[in-house]
């Protein structure tokens, strides 16, 4: 079985995506083109043969990318999520502003898939009120994409509920590699939240499945610890 390529993995990269600021920043990402052009418009057509710049000598082995200082971390965990996410039906499950950031990025980049999965993420999840603030002052300038997550501020779905926590659970147990730590936190955060602050708390510890999982994913999780299979 082939093995799946890596992020940052320079022995396997064909292209190096530059992430570059008005302020001067131009961070480097060691990437492959077929995870770009498969996953992102923007990324198929920056490394088409009928870019205008294709013939000039390196073009197609570095894209740049311009973005807002304060934007850069939601680009990162983009290109991060283009190794990860294999579907639509996937959920990010790492913190209401981060998937609203990553949002953004997804849809200027043109990614379907993160598209879809961060408004699945956003439709399900709890939202405390600057958040909301924020969801409000951003999502209807999106058309489309803003009915179905503006339909949050009707009562949401039991079922898209437990959905995104056990997904968040999972992830938050696991131990990804060292670039996903700080997605992992945002996940145990999230879960903190909707098991403490969450008005829909009450559903969750309830759930007999839920309860099941939880379960399981702590044993499992001190297995790992005790085998010294988790990396802190």
Request: glycine fraction near 4%; charge should be negative; include cysteine.
């Amino acid at each position: 079985m082939k093995a799946r390529n890596r992020i940052g993995d320079r022995s396997t990269s064909d292209v190096v995506v530059r992430l570059r600021t008005q302020d001067g920043r131009d961070d480097w990402f060691y990437c492959h083109s077929h995870v770009l052009v498969e996953k992102s418009n923007y990324f198929a057509d920056r490394l088409s043969e009928n870019w205008p710049t294709c013939q000039i000598l390196d073009s197609r082995n570095c894209v740049e990318v311009y973005c807002q200082e304060l934007d850069v971390d939601h680009h990162v965990n983009f290109l991060r999520l283009l190794y990860l996410i294999d579907g639509p039906s996937d959920d990010i499950g790492y913190g209401v502003m981060n998937a609203l950031g990553i949002l953004q990025v997804a849809v200027k980049l043109g990614c379907p898939q993160i598209i879809t999965a961060c408004v699945n993420y956003l439709e399900a999840v709890p939202w405390e009120e600057a958040e909301e603030e924020e969801i409000l002052r951003i999502i209807p300038g999106m058309g489309s994409l803003a009915g179905p997550i503006l339909a949050r501020l009707q009562p949401v779905s039991p079922s898209a509920i437990r959905r995104i926590f056990l997904r968040a659970i999972r992830f938050a147990t696991s131990s990804p590699p060292l670039p996903l730590n700080d997605l992992k936190t945002s996940a145990q955060e999230q879960l903190e939240y909707m098991l403490t602050e969450d008005d829909d708390a009450p559903l969750l510890t309830a759930d007999h499945e839920i309860k099941s999982e939880v379960k399981c994913e702590y044993f499992n999780h001190i297995y790992q610890i005790c085998h010294g299979h988790v990396r802190f």
